[in-house]
């Protein structure tokens, strides 16, 4: 790439196939549990596009969607490159900009430092791979130790997980919603 080329923005996104779910105020993200109560509200159902909020220091309702990392010395990642970097060498660049949408649909720059890489990342799905702006943010994952095999790891460490929608409701109370 040539010196002072700027990469178009790449955030990270999976693709699975699921069911985005309120129910009792929560944000169900159901892989594979076909007993959905009557009381459910069904916000999206088939493929889903899910992209990761890095969740603000002293504001954790708020995220960033990471498109575009700019490291102190120059260098830029996209992608899965910046997705790792961010994750795992944070300590080593504090002040790179992360550079994204937060998880209102607002264009972002920040560094690396405003952000709090201790918190669970906010799982966000979206329409599609030009939407800026999440349909909703997903509170608990739904999955049977089967299908969490094909889920990637970013997503099912990410949130608290129970293997049916059953299961959910008599541990709801047992823990705070994140």
């Known amino acids: 790439m040539p010196r002072g080329t ?3 923005r790449d955030p990270v996104s999976d693709t699975i196939t699921g069911s985005l779910v309120r129910l009792d105020g929560t944000m ?3 892989i594979d549990d076909p007993n959905l109560p009557e009381e459910a509200d069904v916000h999206r159902s088939g493929g889903l596009l ?6 603000y ?7 960033v969607v990471l498109g575009l990392l700019a490291l102190d010395y120059g260098e830029m990642l996209t992608g899965e490159q910046a997705f790792k970097t961010l994750r795992t060498q944070y300590t080593r660049y504090p002040r ?5 949408y937060r998880n209102d649909g607002v264009d972002e720059m920040t560094v690396a430092k405003n952000l709090d890489l201790a918190l669970p990342l906010h799982i966000l799905i979206y329409a599609d791979e030009q939407a800026t702006t999440p349909i909703a943010r997903a509170d608990v994952l739904i999955a049977t130790d089967e299908s969490i095999t094909t889920l990637p790891d970013r997503l099912h460490t990410q949130l608290p997980l129970f293997d049916t929608i059953a299961t959910w409701q008599a541990q709801k109370d047992l823990y705070d919603k994140p």
Do not use: Q
């Open 28 to 30: 169900l993200l159901i």
């Open 6 to 8: 700027i990469p178009e």
């Open 50 to 55: 899910v992209r990761y909020g890095f969740p």
């Open 96 to 100: 790179a900009d992360v550079i994204g």
């Open 57 to 63: 220091l002293g504001k954790p309702h708020r995220s």
